[in-house]
Each structure stands twice: as C-alpha cells, then as structure tokens.
C-alpha cells in the first residue's frame, strides 16, 4: 500500500468507450484526422475569494488560499499542469490582479490568447491579429472607461497547434439595449459614425414600462468567440470557440438562458461571416451535404444545472421560453435549498471517514473505486511549446474495461441523484397573476372586470413600505407569485425588487388605457370574454351566485332595495368580501355602468391587438372584426412619416414568449451520459463545491455530427475523492491542492475528414468538373482492388502545395 496521491497530480484525459464503433485505437485516428483537446476553467476572480464567502476551509487550506503569493503560484502550476494535457484553454473569472502572472507563465509556455474583461478593452498576445470589425469594436470600448470590470474571459491557445483568424467580444448587456435591433450585421452596427451598443453608450436615463426587466439584464457579463485554424493540418482546419460566462442568480433563468440563445446566435453570425469568406474546398458530408463554415464548441461557466432551461436549450436545441418568463416563473428559494441539502447529503456520505490509500497504477489493471481512473492521453509539449500526439504507452488503453465496470456503481449513483433532485422540477405555466401598489386602484379593478387575477396592496402594507421602508409588497409577490405592477421609480431601483416589476404612469386616463394594453401584450395574457365580470371589483374574490331565497333577501334588504327581489331571477354575491351582485336593465344602474365599462375594456384590448377568444352573447354588439381593423389603421397613423426602429429588449422580450426558442446548432454536452441510446443527464455531479452550494455550472457542448469525442478529464465525482487527506471540510474549494472553488473539465475530439461507410476520404475538388468518371476522382483507392492505389496528377500536386505551406509555416515559426 502507497499513500494516494492527491488529486490535481492524477488528472489526464479519460478515454472514451464507444460500443457502437469499437475502442479508439491509433490507427483509427490517424487517417486524415487532427486531434485537438481544450479545457474549461472558471479560475476564481481575487476579488471574488474571501473568507466569508469561502468559509468552513480547513486551516491548511485557509493559509494557502487566502494568501494572494501562495494561491497565485498555486494557480500558475495548476495551469501548468493543464497545459500537458490541452491545446486550448478557456478561462474565466480572470481578473486584474491574476492576469499579468497567467499571461507571463502561459505565454512561456507556449500559449497565444485573447481577454475579454467585462465592459472593458479586449487584450490579446502580440502574435494576435485584429480584422476591422474588432478593432472598430476596441475602439468603441474604448469610450467607456466606467465599465469596465475586473474580470472576464480569457481563450489561450498553443501558438505551435494554432492560430487565431479573428474574434469577437460578445457583451451580454446589449440585451437591454431600447435604441435599436439586437441581432442585427455586426458590421453594421460597429462602424465609426454610429457606435450605439447598450454597454459602450452612456444614454440618459428613462423610465420605460418594463423598466424592471431592463435592469434585470444589465449585469456585465461577457462571452469571447475566437475563430481559430490549426496550423499542423494538411487541410484547413478551422474551429469556433465560444468561451462565456452567464448570469450567476438562480432566480433569474429568464436572463440565462436569453444569454445564451443571444450568444448562439451570435456565433451563428460569426461562423456564417467565415464560410462565406472560406475559400477552401469544401467537405463532403455522409448525407452528402456540404459545409464549408467552420465547427462550433461552446463552452464556459453557464451557471445552470443540468436539465434546467438553459442546459435544456443547449443539448435540445429548443425550449418553451415562456416557462421561465418573469411573469410566469417564480423563484423558489426554498426549493433550491431543499434539493442543495440533498445533493449535499447523497454527497457527502463518508467524506470524512479513513479510505483506501491504494495508488492507481497504469500498468495493471487494480483500480480503486473511491478514485478516478488516470489512465488516458496526454499531449507532451517539448521545451519549444511543440505539442505532440504521441501517446505515453501502448498500455494507456489495457484497464479502460476494467476501469468503466469498477465504476459503474459509482457513476449510477451519479445518476440518480441527478434525477433525483433536477428531474422532479416541474415547470407549467400558470394564470398570471398580479400585486398592485395602493395607488393604482382603478387599474386593479380594470384588470377584474377582464378576469385577471389582480389584488391591491393594502393601506397597512402600504404604510410599512413608505415610513418604514418594509418591502411587504416584495415578499407578497415571491410567496403569491405574483407580478407587481407600481407608479413608484424609486422601487424599481431596490435590490429585492422583482425582477418582473412593471411600471405604470397614472396622470391620465389614457396613459392608464395604454399601460393596461401593454401589460396584457407583455404578458401574452389571452382574453375570454366568458370569464368577464368574475372576480369581484372590490376585493379580488370569486363572484358566485346565490340560489337561497333567503340570502338573496338578505342582500337586496341589505342594499336598501327589497323589491328586487321579485323582479330578479338571478343574485350573485363575493365569496371574500361577500358584496351582493345583481344585473338592472336600468340606464342608470350601477349593473349598467359596469357593463358599460367592461364593453370600453374589450374594444380597447381588441385595438390594441390582445389576443380574444370566445364572443359570448353578452357581448354580441361588439364587431370584433372592426375593432381590430380600428386598432390596425390608427397604428399606421402614428407611425406614418417616421421610420420605426424597435430595440433590442423588444426582441428579447419576444423571446420569452416563445413557445419554440429554437438554437441554430445541433450540441452535446462532453460529460452528458446516455441510456440505450439516448443522453439522459450529465456524468459530473458538481463542478463548483463550496460549504454553501454544490453543483455542476460548467460545460463544454459541441457540434456532435461533426466532431469525434475521444476522451474527457477525469475530474473527482465525489467528496471523498476531493478529500485528499480525509479531514474535515476537506472537499471543499478551493484548498491547498487546487487554486478555484471550480473543476476544470475538458475534452478531447477528432477533426476527421468524413468518410463514406467504406471509410474512403471524400473531398470536393475544384479540379474535376463535373461529370468525370469515378476513377479519374482523387481518390485514395478502392477496397476490391479494381483501381491501383497510386496518386493522380492532381493529387500529387496537391502533396506538393501542401508541402511548400508547410516549409514556408516552419520558416515563419
């Protein structure tokens, strides 16, 4: 028996066990094939790292951790260490006081890179090259000092493997932007006379209705999207990388995942821009289809668990938006912990007691089930920074069956308790709901008489807010789930503020007309006249009819009228507050009145474009059709004569109400798991553990029909695997061994040419025009022998072009 030794020092890249097509093998990849490997690595902002929000270390690791000299050396090994095993390394939470260390010890080591700090001036390596459009983006940057932030995304890459084509800086705060179109030619955008982006651009300040969702976007967070040609490749080989970081709350999935469908689509533009500037020749595909644009990785701190909308988003490609809108979703706090105290548990089961210390070795076949298998492949960087493919052993390979069987219990118990906490969560949607503030009155019996649940803050709640500054409304809302809807400005800038929180001008009547039609848009609230007139006006209770005669002459004697009763067949009351209810053909009956009112509130909604369904006989005066032909004819009149230009966040709010939010890209998650078949979850149970939250939020996903997955790093799946010496607390992070509060993960996959299923390599040439017989085609032979595998002319002309690239490649490096 060794000592085990600790974790960060076992780490490598597993090899992957693929049923379907055999072991991985050298041969099979060395045909036409380029290996590349790259990581992801949230490496814990200096500024982020205290003792009160890292507690419960272990002293060890508190004099390590919180000692800036000890924990930077500690980072640039780990770093170090990373760079055997990968080629491109995405980084986030780099901030200033890192920054200058990494980008000397990465540099020495071989490493290009591009930074991307939030709001501020992207930084590159000097052997990184700019086109027009980043530096137009740099200059714009430039104008806007205040903010910048003191982290964000850097991508490092093996300058001897790589080389950066061009890059983009996405700026997630363009979200928020009301002046103009959010997905719009970035090149058009970008251009010296007119540099309006959201984040670069100092606006005066408005107060727009939604004003709540438009600062709930605001964050600062930044993605880097790097186009990167491998240098070694007899082909072109070009690779997008797209290193982010989202939103950290829980509570706010709706700024998530509207982060990332933005992101997605701008590496679609990005990639898109690429292909058509591609003048390589272009790839056959199996079905035959071509594609010349290059492959898209995306990667990064997403801050979303598995299977929650924005992990659903990426792996899917689609999802119901308006699961997680603001005015639908509520956040659950308890819930949350409930199912983090789970997590915890199942985890944390024996963490502490005394283990096996056997040593792992790569030569036999004795692996012990408390640890991860090291066994996998490195690339080895000579003192140059040349990397190589070369594996270490032949042996690499011989355990791997052995070691996926002693695992499986392990990696089932993985599973379930994925599926136990993340699988439960039901998201529906549910009747919107709604919270006003004491002022607005009349709008909240409004929204009553068009059967929207609507209460009113009351004077008591009211009272505590203004003199005392208790937000009662505020915590109404999260437990109702309900969206509030004030005249107040200043709640809007409140931290505890619901994010949803809709803001209303009550000097007129008409603004008040206005906001009600808006909201209901908003909102996608959709209008059945049938369930008209079925809250009561004063309290916001259930209106029902009352069939004793003797409460119905209790109510008509109780409202001064008790010779009504006679006259009427039908007497309604409130459940709630119990008010009575009666119709009067009268003119001047209050029944009257509200009638009156209700038939103003539905031709108002129907101009304004609200979505009506149903048209009862109460209603039969009403000419639908000419009320929205109405609606129609006095918006062209307000907007004749000027050009009209929506903004970003009217986009953005689109989105949330899509049933389909559909990405461009077909992804799979490097570490999901798969069951007969199909991807049921992901591998790792966490990648960020500290004594507050455990869980995975960071991800690599892939184009999974045009890249090959070889291996993945084999990271620690338990507490007891992080806990080197079986101390107390001594799986937290980050500690003595590793520098973050985050696991790196990474991957390792094949840019193969496509193959037929007789595995021939099949290029489109612009050398044979079309129609030539099949064995004039470059080609590499025939399996029956019927062709003699010996190069064509326009073969060996391509052999020789490359090998002039190539030496003219060596000469420049």
């Given at each position: 028996?060794t000592?085990k030794?600790?974790?960060p ?6 090899p992957i066990h693929d049923?379907s097509?055999g072991?991985?093998?050298?041969s099979?990849?060395k045909h036409?094939?380029?290996?590349f490997?790259i990581a992801s690595f949230?490496?814990?902002a ?7 929000s890292?507690?419960n ?5 508190a004099?390590v951790?919180f000692d800036?000299?000890l924990?930077?050396?500690l980072?640039?090994?780990t770093l ?7 080629d491109?390394?995405?980084l986030?939470e ?11 010890r990465l540099e020495?080591?071989?490493y290009s890179y591009?930074y991307?700090?939030?709001g501020?001036v992207p930084?590159?390596?000097?052997d990184?090259?700019?086109d027009?459009?980043?530096e ?5 940057q430039?104008?806007?000092?205040e903010?910048v932030?003191s ?12 080389k ?6 996405v700026?997630?705060d ?7 179109p959010?997905?719009?030619d970035?090149?058009?955008v ?7 982006s ?6 005066k300040k408005?107060?727009?209705?939604i ?5 709930s976007y ?15 490749a ?6 997008v ?7 950290w ?5 709706y700024?998530?995942?509207?982060q990332?469908h933005?992101?997605v ?5 990005f ?5 058509k500037?591609?003048q390589?020749?272009?790839m056959k595909?199996?079905?035959?289809q071509?594609d010349n ?6 990667c ?6 598995p ?6 988003y ?7 938006a308006?699961?997680v ?10 819930q949350?912990?409930?199912?983090l105290?789970?997590?915890m548990?199942?985890l944390?089961?024996?963490?502490n007691?005394?283990q096996?210390?056997?040593?792992i070795?790569s030569?036999s ?6 640890q991860?298998p090291?066994v996998?492949v490195?690339?080895?960087c000579?003192?140059d920074?040349?990397?190589s493919d070369e594996?270490?052993d032949?042996n690499?390979y011989?355990?791997q069956?052995?070691?996926n ?6 990696d089932?118990?993985?599973s379930?308790?994925?599926?136990q ?10 009747p919107t709901?709604y919270?006003?503030?004491v002022?607005l009155?009349?709008?909240?019996r409004w929204?009553r ?8 803050e009351?004077?008591d709640e009211?009272?505590?807010r ?6 009662l409304l505020?915590e109404?809302?999260?437990?109702e789930k309900?969206n509030?809807i004030?005249t107040?400005k200043t709640?809007?800038v409140?931290k505890?503020c619901p994010p949803g929180?809709?803001l209303?001008?009550?000097s ?7 906001a009600l039609?808006?909201?209901l848009?908003?909102?996608g609230?959709?209008?059945?006249p049938?369930?008209?007139?079925s809250?009561c006006?004063?309290?916001?209770g259930?209106i029902i009819e ?10 008509f004697i109780?409202y001064?009228?008790p010779d009504l009763?006679?006259?009427l ?5 409130c459940s709630?507050c ?8 009268s003119?001047n009956?209050s ?7 209700c038939t103003?509130?539905?031709k108002?909604?129907?101009r304004?474009g609200v979505?009506v369904?149903?048209?009862p006989?109460?209603f039969?005066h009403v000419d639908?059709?000419?009320e929205?032909?109405k ?5 062209m ?12 966040i009217?986009e953005?709010?689109g989105w949330?109400?899509?049933e389909?939010l559909?990405?461009?890209?077909d992804?799979k998650?490097?570490?999901?798991t798969e ?8 591998l790792l ?5 500290t ?5 995975a939020l960071?991800?690599i996903?892939f184009e999974?029909k045009?890249l090959?997955q ?6 620690p799946?338990?507490?007891t ?13 980050p500690n003595k061994?590793w520098p973050?509060?985050h696991?790196?993960?990474?991957a390792?996959f094949s840019?193969a040419n496509s ?10 040439s612009?050398f ?8 004039l ?5 025939c399996?029956?022998?019927?062709i003699p595998?010996i190069?064509?002319?326009f073969?060996m002309?391509?052999l020789r ?7 003219a490649s060596?000469k420049?490096?």
């Open positions: 028996m000592t030794p600790a974790w020092d076992t780490l490598l890249i597993e049923d097509r072991q991985a093998t050298k099979d990849l036409g094939s380029v290996e490997s949230n490496i814990l200096e500024s982020y790292l205290t003792p009160r890292h507690k270390l272990p002293p060890s690791s004099d951790v800036k000299a924990r930077r050396t980072l640039c090994d170090e260490k990373l760079t055997k095993s990968f491109i390394l995405c986030q780099l901030d200033h006081g890192l920054q200058d260390v990494v980008f000397e020495n080591l071989g591009v991307a700090p939030r501020g930084i590159r390596s000097s990184v090259h700019m027009d459009t980043a137009m983006s740099m200059q714009v430039n104008n806007s000092e903010n932030r982290d964000g995304c850097a991508t490092f890459f093996c300058k001897k493997r790589w950066c084509v061009k890059f983009r800086i700026n997630f363009d979200l928020a932007d009301e002046s103009r959010l997905l719009e970035s090149n058009e970008l251009n010296k006379n007119d540099c309006t959201s984040v670069l651009k100092k606006k408005s107060h727009s209705p004003s709540g969702i438009i600062a605001k964050r600062r967070n930044t993605a880097l999207v790097v186009e990167l040609e491998h240098r070694i007899s082909r072109a080989k070009h690779v990388v797209a290193n982010a970081h989202l939103y709350h829980p509570g706010y999935e700024v998530k995942l509207s990332a933005y992101l689509h701008k590496v679609k533009q990639v898109d821009e690429s292909a500037v591609s390589s020749p272009v595909t199996n079905d035959d071509s644009r290059p492959i898209v990785l995306i990064g701190d997403m801050n979303s668990k299977n929650s909308v924005v992990h659903q990426f792996t899917q490609g689609q999802v119901d308006r699961l809108a603001p005015w639908n979703f509520s956040y659950d706090e308890m949350e912990q409930q199912e105290a789970l997590q548990e199942q944390s089961i024996n963490v007691a005394p096996d210390q056997t040593a070795s030569s076949c004795d692996v012990d089930i408390d991860d090291v996998g490195e690339l080895e000579d003192s920074g040349e990397c594996k270490q032949d690499q011989i355990c069956d052995e070691a069987t002693s695992l499986a219990n392990q089932t118990t993985i379930q308790v994925n599926e906490i993340f699988n439960d969560r039901s998201y529906t949607i549910q709901r919270l006003l503030d002022t009155n009349k709008f909240s929204l008489i068009l059967g929207q649940d609507a209460v009113l009351t004077s009211e009272k505590l203004t003199g005392q500054g208790i937000m505020f109404r809302c999260r437990n309900r509030l004030t107040s709640l809007l409140r505890d929180t809709y209303v001008n009550p007129t009547t008409e603004s008040l007309e206005e039609v808006n909201l848009l908003l909102h609230v959709t209008l059945y049938d369930d008209f007139l809250r006006v004063v309290c916001n259930a009352v069939f004793d005669r003797a409460e119905q002459k209790a109510i109780e001064g009228s009763m006679e006259e067949d039908h007497v309604y009351k709630s119990e008010q009575g209810y009666w119709w009067s053909s003119p009956s029944a009257s009145r509200v009638k009156d009112a103003h509130l539905l108002l909604c129907l304004g979505k369904e149903g048209q006989e109460f039969s639908y059709e000419e929205r032909k609606g129609r004819m006095a918006k009149k307000n907007q004749s004569g000027t050009k009209y230009h929506h903004g970003a009217e953005v709010v949330l109400k899509t389909n559909c990405s461009p890209f992804l998650s490097s570490y999901s069951r007969d078949g199909t991807v049921d979850g992901e149970p966490f990648t960020n553990v004594s507050d939250f455990v869980g960071d991800y996903f999974k045009r090959q070889l291996g993945r790093f084999a990271v799946k338990s507490f695997n992080l806990n080197v010496e079986s101390e107390p607390n001594g799986h937290l992070l061994y973050s509060d696991l790196c993960i990474g390792k840019l193959s037929n299923d007789d595995g021939n390599i099949q290029i489109a612009a044979v025009p079309p129609g030539m017989p099949t064995h085609s470059p080609q590499l032979g399996n029956c022998g019927c595998k190069l064509s002319l073969q002309a391509e072009k490359q090998a002039k690239l190539k030496t060596e420049l490096n």
